[in-house]
């Protein structure tokens, strides 16, 4: 499958492009904000780089596409206003231009306690809740991973993944297994129309997958 990657410069989008270029019936597209973005993401394995910015309009990047991986998000260090805007409603417009397109599968890449937004971080987790609720919504195949705290350390392969986790304060999952995790749904039917919440355990990937 031809599949596009939103947020390809960020830590996990780049670990995304990287395991699709290793895959080898898989292709990633990588969308990009900034022409000076490209160059390391084509050597990352990325086949083309495509200019688009979230808060704007992105229907462009997803013509051609069989599959979309959405990891971007504006940061922690921007507001209320901003999160909207990248996270939840330039996620809405990725969907609604993937329904539009016939896409195959969306992957979005979302967060553990999203479904229950509180403290510090309430508008980020509301953002993605309604980012998550619209893909649900919308008739595509899709795939919902909330991982939990997000590690760099050395991805082990081995995970745990089901609807609701318990003490998922407790534990984590490295940004390169949460890629990977990503990138197995794509081939797993098992994987389609699931909303999962993930961390390190025990578990192969793709074993993980088909035990839901």
């Known amino acids: 499958m031809d599949v596009?990657?939103?947020?390809?410069?960020?830590?996990?989008?780049r670990l995304l492009v990287e395991q699709l270029a290793a895959h080898p019936e898989h292709t990633p597209h990588a969308m990009v904000r900034e022409v000076s973005q490209a160059d390391e993401l084509k050597k990352l394995g990325a086949a083309s780089t495509i200019l688009a910015d979230l808060?704007?309009?992105t229907a462009v990047a997803l013509k051609g596409m069989?599959?979309?991986?959405?990891a971007a998000g504006s940061g922690s260090s921007t507001g209320p206003e901003k999160t909207?805007?990248?996270?939840?409603?330039?996620?809405?417009?990725?969907?609604d231009s993937?329904?539009?397109?016939?896409?195959?599968?969306y992957v979005m890449l979302s967060g553990i306690g999203v479904d229950n937004p509180q403290g510090p971080i309430k508008h980020y987790a509301e953002a993605k809740l309604n980012a998550d609720k619209h893909l649900q919504s919308s008739g595509l195949p899709y795939t919902i991973v909330r991982p939990g705290k997000l590690t760099f350390d050395k991805g082990t392969g081995k995970i745990e993944l089901a609807e609701k986790l318990s003490s998922p304060e407790e534990r984590d999952i490295s940004r390169e297994d949460?890629?990977?995790?990503?990138?197995?749904?794509l081939d797993i039917e098992n994987a389609r129309g699931q909303t999962?919440?993930?961390l390190a355990g025990d578990t192969d990937i793709h074993e993980a997958w088909k035990a839901l």
């Open 4 to 13: 596009l990657v939103i947020g390809a410069n960020g830590h996990t989008g």
């Open 55 to 57: 808060e704007e309009n």
């Open 66 to 70: 069989d599959a979309v991986m959405f």
């Open 84 to 95: 909207v805007s990248v996270d939840q409603q330039g996620a809405k417009k990725t969907i």
């Open 98 to 105: 993937a329904r539009v397109q016939d896409v195959q599968h």
């Open 178 to 185: 949460v890629a990977r995790t990503m990138v197995a749904a």
């Open 196 to 198: 999962v919440e993930l």
